[in-house]
DNA sequence: GTCTATATACCGATAGAC
DNA sequence: GTCTATCGGTATATAGAC
């Protein structure tokens, strides 16, 4: 066997075990698959895992990559500057449609990442740091408007990390057939955002 | 001894559980904390909890009923009918302002009551269901704001959850010595979703 | 790189003496 | 009711053959 061909296996048999993982992740949630049910699943022996991964949070990492290059594709696709108004009914429409978009889309590796976060340490701060990193964009938005001398409602950071929280909390708990739509909960919190309840 | 000054002496231990469970989970969180912790914490042995409770869910459980009351005393000093007006920034800033509170003032419940759910099997319903019951007061307003043909911006139950989720998340992630003061996010959400980014 | 087999550690839960 | 001692199950990670 070429060299080649031994990296090209190697490389088979991680993705076999990324697949399974997500797989898992999706069905049991990320707390409750242990690492032999992954080689298990993949139909690889538990030490194989080690040759890949140093533990389950790394092949997580991994995995993020995915959702991560998702959503990049799906932002490229238009430009994605600080100026955005969040106040214009269609522009807060698209971010939350392809926020949540994202996050079914890539369920099984959403919830990973959020039992993974909540089952940190409390004290590590670790829960807030990861909101509001990845609600730094609605944060930018709010700060320009900010800036033009709108007035926005509260502290921006505050304010993103509410709003990321109302998305990531409702799409880990509502069911993949639950009784709403996307565009139902798409629809509903654009327009509980973008007037409130006193619309 | 006689039978009462035992039955004082096993109320004794049984509180002495709960006061340690409470504190280790404000520190550690509820996943991280071992039964062993608990009754090395509260001076007893590991036998000894037993005799109280079957498992670490019942003990949080019975911890559950401390917020539970707070939760009643605040409400009970105003009624709470369906007919509250949700438009209403004082009213709503109320109802935010104690949903806040209790869950602040008793955070390591909040915690630890916030792993356990992200914990269990997500495809069990159990993080829908908690959320869903959780803001049963708030959907009853908007049902009733409904019924007075006044516009609701979707479904209630789907926007009681996601202004629970808000709340329940961010109190969650953001550290007691955190960077905001209780008013200041008491404030933000109330104008969020008063009258929402284009207020 | 992958396998089998195992060391290591930990934690929940129980038995039995007091 | 509380204690000490321990069993039993389980998951991570490694060692060594192929």
């Known amino acids: 066997m070429t060299p080649g061909v031994r990296k090209a296996k190697a490389a088979q048999t991680r993705a076999a075990l990324l697949d399974a993982a997500r797989t898992l992740f999706g069905e049991r949630g990320y707390l409750n698959t242990k690492i032999t049910d992954i080689t298990a699943a993949a139909g690889r022996s538990?030490?194989?895992f080690y040759e890949h991964f140093a533990d389950k949070e790394e092949l997580l990492r991994a995995l993020l990559g995915d959702i991560e290059d998702a959503a990049d594709e799906r932002l490229a696709a238009r430009e994605h500057p600080r100026e955005h108004d969040l106040t214009d009914r269609a522009q807060l429409h698209a971010h939350l449609e392809i926020a949540w978009g994202v996050m079914r889309q890539h369920r099984a590796i959403q919830v990973a990442m959020f039992q993974?976060?909540?089952?940190?340490?409390?004290?590590?701060?670790?829960?807030?740091?990861?909101?509001?990193?990845?609600?730094?964009?609605?944060?930018?938005?709010?700060?320009?408007?900010?800036?033009?001398?709108?007035?926005?409602?509260?502290?921006?950071?505050?304010?993103?990390?509410?709003?990321?929280?109302?998305?990531?909390?409702?799409?880990?708990?509502?069911p993949p057939d639950g009784p709403y739509t996307d565009e139902q909960v798409v629809d509903a919190f654009t327009n509980l955002l973008l007037k409130g309840l006193a619309g």
């Open 46 to 48: 538990t030490g194989s």
């Open 116 to 174: 993974s976060m909540v089952a940190d340490d409390p004290a590590s701060g670790r829960a807030w740091r990861d909101l509001s990193e990845q609600t730094g964009m609605l944060r930018e938005h709010l700060e320009w408007l900010r800036e033009q001398g709108r007035a926005v409602p509260g502290e921006p950071e505050l304010l993103a990390a509410g709003m990321g929280a109302m998305l990531a909390l409702v799409s880990y708990a509502l």
